[in-house]
C-alpha cells in the first residue's frame, strides 16, 4: 500500500462554536487501495491557510508513495526534513503538519486492519472516557457568589470535572491583584458549596503569573481541594514551574504548547507538572502515547489539551482508552449538549460521518475501525469563517 494524494480543507465553524476555534482545518490521505484517511490541525486560527499549504508542500515531498504503515519514519522525515537536520525542533506551527498527517495514516492503518487504532497501541484500559469542558454558564467578571449555581448545573448534567479561569488576560508574566484573590476565593468558595464533593474544579490561568503571584494563587486554590493549576507560570521556564510545584499541594499541569518527548521531558525530570495536557495533534498519536509513557514512569498523569474540532477529537480518544495514567479528557462541545444545540448522541454530525456519544459526563469509544469517524464529510463543509474567536 502506498499514499497516493494528500488534501486539506478549511472548513468554518459557525457559531457557537463552543470551546472551538473559527474554522478547522482538515487533512485527507488517499491511498492506491481506495483507503482514506483524515487527520486536523489543532490551533489553526489565524493561520489556515499557511496550514494548508505546508500540508501540500511536506506531503508532496515526504508522504506519497510511502507505505502509511512506516508511521516511524514518515514522523522521522516530517519531524526532521531532509538528511535529518534541516527541521528537528518543530514549534506550533510546524508540529500541527506533523501531527495531523501523523494521525490520517494511523486512520488508514485502522481502517486496512479492521480495527480501532487503541486497539493497536496497547488495547483498552479505560473502557469510558472522563470529560470536562470549562464552566457553562458562569464567566469572569460575573458575580463570583453565583459561581456555584453554574458549578450545580454542570453536576445536574453528569459532568464530574470543569475548569474555569477568572482572572483576566493580561501581559505575562505578572502579580496578581488582592481583588482578583478575593474574587478567586469567592467563587470557589460558592462553587464548592453547590458541588459538595460531588465534582471536581480545575482552575486555568494561561500562564500570565509571575512565580510569587503563582504561589498565593494556589494556596487559595488548595483551600478548595481543586485537581489541578494550569499553566501558572509562563512555560519558557521549567525551573519556575516547579518552584512553584514545590510551594502547593495542588497539582500543576500543562503541555499544550509543548512539543515531542524531548520537550516534556524536563518537566517530569524537574518535577514541575504532575499532569500533562498533551496536544496531540502538535505531536501525532504515536509520539502522543511515547510522552504519556514517560509521564506514567514519573506516576504523572494525562488529560489531553483539546480546544478544537472533531477529528483531532477521534485521536485524543485513541490515546486516552489506551493510557493506564489518563485522567480526563478537555471536550468543550459539552457546551453545546448543556444548551440542547446538539445531542450528546449526535455530536459533530454535522461535519463527520459517524459521531461520538457521551453519557453521564463520560465519553463512550467507538469500537469502529481507524479513528471511529468514518470520514469527514467534506462535500457538505461550511465556507471559511472570519478568523476570529
Known sequence: MEITSVKTYIAGNPPPRRGCYPNF??????????????????????????????????????????????????????????????????????????????????????????????????????????????????????????????????????????????????????????????????????????????????????????????????????????LWFEEPVPLENVDEMARVAQHTTVPIATGERLHTKWEFRPLLEEQAAQILQISVGQNGILESKKIAVMAEAYNAQIAPWMY??????????????CSPNFLAQEFNRLFITMTGEEAMDNIYSDFLEETFTIEDGYIIPSQKPGLGIGRVKEETLNPPQKSRL
Open 308 to 321: 478544537c474540532g472533531p477529528v483531532n477529537c477521534a485521536a485524543n480518544i485513541q490515546l486516552d482508552v
Open 25 to 226: 482545518v482538515f487533512c485527507k490521505l488517499m491511498t492506491d487501495n481506495g483507503l482514506e484517511g483524515w487527520g486536523e490541525c489543532p490551533a489553526p486560527y489565524n493561520r489556515e491557510y499557511a496550514l494548508t499549504k505546508a500540508i501540500e508542500e511536506y506531503g508532496e515531498r515526504f508522504v506519497l508513495k510511502r507505505d502509511p504503515f512506516n508511521i516511524e519514519a514518515i514522523w522521522e522525515s516530517l519531524y526532521k526534513g531532509e538528511g535529518g537536520f534541516i527541521f528537528q525542533h518543530p514549534g506550533s506551527f510546524h508540529g500541527q503538519v506533523v501531527g495531523s498527517i501523523e494521525m490520517a495514516c494511523w486512520d488508514i492503518i485502522g481502517k486496512a486492519l479492521k480495527q480501532p487504532i487503541y486497539r493497536l497501541l496497547g488495547g483498552v484500559k479505560n473502557k469510558k472516557v472522563r470529560a470536562y469542558s470549562y464552566l457553562v454558564g458562569w464567566k469572569r467578571g460575573d458575580d463570583p457568589e453565583k459561581a456555584g449555581t453554574a458549578a450545580a448545573n454542570m453536576v445536574d448534567h453528569g459532568i464530574t470535572l470543569f475548569k474555569f479561569d477568572p482572572i483576566p488576560m493580561r501581559f505575562r508574566p505578572r502579580a496578581v491583584t488582592l481583588k482578583e484573590l478575593r474574587y478567586t476565593d469567592t467563587a470557589l468558595k460558592s462553587m464548592r458549596d453547590a458541588v459538595g464533593d460531588d465534582c471536581d474544579i480545575a482552575m486555568g490561568t494561561h500562564g500570565q503569573l509571575n512565580t510569587h503571584s503563582a504561589i498565593r494563587f494556589a494556596k487559595i486554590l488548595e483551600k478548595y481541594d481543586c
